[in-house]
């Protein structure tokens, strides 16, 4: 049971647009929610988070819209750069339990 | 700071052998994570530690996985007799506290059992 989904699989923008990157999670539970970026050989890295109270939130060229109601949320890239192209990861938690559980990962390419 | 360290980098194992994975936490850092990643499952994870104390072990198989915190410097991940299924990259991450703090990620291990 995949308890967070992401969409889509893949995804190529120009350089200079706008990514758009969908998750959505079945646990009403889940109160925190980062995404973690992973370029090829590395390990994931924070790049933005947001928690259930809040509807938005931002971080230079980064936001995480969320809709609570729905359970989804998304992070929007603006200006996308070549530099951008990696995989991205929503992953959420559960006020009192450390771990994470994450989605299956967008790959973003960003084409120049 | 030298950031979450992992050795070895790469490891080949033949079906049946032992392996054993090292984790190195950023310093000052009590809590320690181990999460598994593979193209089919994504990214799972399998147990963590606070101040070297186990406190959730819900991903780890049941057989053959085990987990230490001998200090709070190192974790280690053995896997008995391993199997083809568990090639993966396995990721060790450390943060400050638990909740809300930011996991750092080392770069994994890529287990290879061939």
């Known amino acids: 049971q995949q308890q967070v989904r992401q969409s889509p699989q893949s995804l190529t923008v120009w350089e200079g647009e706008t990514a758009i990157l969908n998750c959505s999670y079945e646990?009403?539970?889940?109160?925190?929610f980062p995404w973690y970026q992973q370029f090829p050989g590395e390990g994931p890295a924070l790049l933005i988070a947001?928690?259930?109270?809040?509807d938005k939130k931002e971080d230079g060229r980064f936001t995480i819209f969320f809709n609570k109601r729905e359970k989804k949320l998304s992070l929007h890239i603006t200006d996308s750069q070549p530099g951008d192209s990696a995989t991205y990861f929503c992953?959420?938690?559960?006020?009192?339990?450390?771990?994470?559980?994450f989605g299956e990962g967008t790959k973003l390419t960003v084409s120049s | 700071n030298a950031g979450v360290i992992q050795t070895p980098r790469h490891k080949v194992t033949g079906k049946g052998q032992e392996a054993t994975l090292w984790c190195e936490p950023i310093?000052?850092?009590?809590?320690v994570f181990w999460y598994r990643q593979t193209i089919v499952q994504g990214l799972e994870f399998l147990t963590y530690f606070r101040n070297q104390a186990p406190i959730d072990d819900s991903g780890m198989p049941k057989e053959r996985f085990s987990a230490q915190m001998p200090n709070q410097s190192h974790s280690t991940l053995k896997i008995q007799s391993t199997q083809p299924q568990d090639s993966a990259v396995y990721l060790c991450?450390?943060?400050?506290?638990?909740?809300?703090?930011?996991?750092?990620f080392g770069p994994g291990t890529r287990l290879l059992v061939l």
């Open positions: 310093s000052g850092h009590s809590a």
């Open positions: 991450a450390s943060s400050i506290g638990l909740g809300e703090d930011t996991q750092y």
């Open positions: 947001i928690r259930s109270v809040s």
């Open positions: 992953a959420a938690n559960q006020g009192g339990s450390a771990k994470l559980i």
């Open positions: 646990n009403s539970a889940f109160d925190y």
